[in-house]
């Protein structure tokens, strides 16, 4: 089965540093990966994801993601943060194993500090 | 253009008492999904629908019952609600198979179980 594994349930940075958030994956087959950001009182909206081709992907809101195959990893990151960014972030997976039903990593609520 | 749109969007039930939870998508898509999240849990499937005419479960459908009404709708049913159903619950939807597409979701339904 497929599975997704988002390390640190809340991540904290000030305004203007790097966020990095974690996610590994597992998969018996190449996967298709994606990142979600949910704001409160609000559904899920894709920030990026990554199917096939280049491994570095960007997505909205000045996001952008690395596939990397060897560590089954496709971490999330933003150079600069900015408050608007606080939010629950998402990792998913589908396809792996042949099923397109999308299962979600338990989230990694952003913190950002003035 | 409308996307998913999830009725009721709060709700509150007695234990043992039913109801439903209607969800709507207007991009012709084939795939239907409910899902509940709670704290720390992420987003768990409880039934989703490939395609108009089939359903199956999820990782949690005890306690649910669903209804594929055509392509548009899918319906989630608790028969007779428990304090354990307290959540949140989404729609989404989505292409099947082919090209990767992300999932769309709706705005969500809080739902109290007292």
């Known amino acids: 089965a497929q599975s997704v594994t988002q390390l640190g349930s809340h991540v904290s940075v000030s305004e203007g540093a790097l966020v990095l958030l974690r996610c590994n994956y597992s998969?018996?087959?190449?996967?298709?990966l994606f990142w979600y950001v949910q704001y409160p009182n609000q559904g899920l909206q894709l920030l990026l994801k990554y199917t096939t081709g280049a491994t570095l992907v960007k997505g909205i809101n000045g996001f952008e993601a690395e596939f990397k195959k060897s560590e089954t990893s496709f971490h999330l990151t933003k150079p600069s943060a900015h408050m608007s960014d606080a939010a629950e972030y998402f990792c998913a997976v589908s396809k792996a194993g042949g099923s397109y039903i999308p299962t979600f990593g338990r989230g990694t609520s952003l913190i950002v500090h003035p | 253009n409308a996307g998913v749109t999830q009725t009721p969007k709060f709700q509150v039930l007695k234990t043992g008492q039913s109801m439903t939870l209607q969800c709507a998508q207007d991009m012709n898509h084939n795939s239907m999904y409910w899902y509940r999240q709670d704290p720390g849990m992420g987003l768990r499937l409880i039934y989703y629908s490939a395609s108009e005419g089939t359903t199956d479960k999820g990782e949690v459908p005890n306690g649910y019952n669903v209804s594929r009404l055509n392509k548009r709708e899918f319906s989630l049913r608790l028969e007779s609600a428990a304090p354990s159903q307290t959540s949140v619950y989404f729609c989404a939807s989505s292409e099947w198979g082919g090209a990767a597409t992300e999932a769309f979701f709706g705005q969500g339904t809080r739902l109290t179980v007292v």
């Open positions: 998969s018996s087959v190449p996967p298709y």
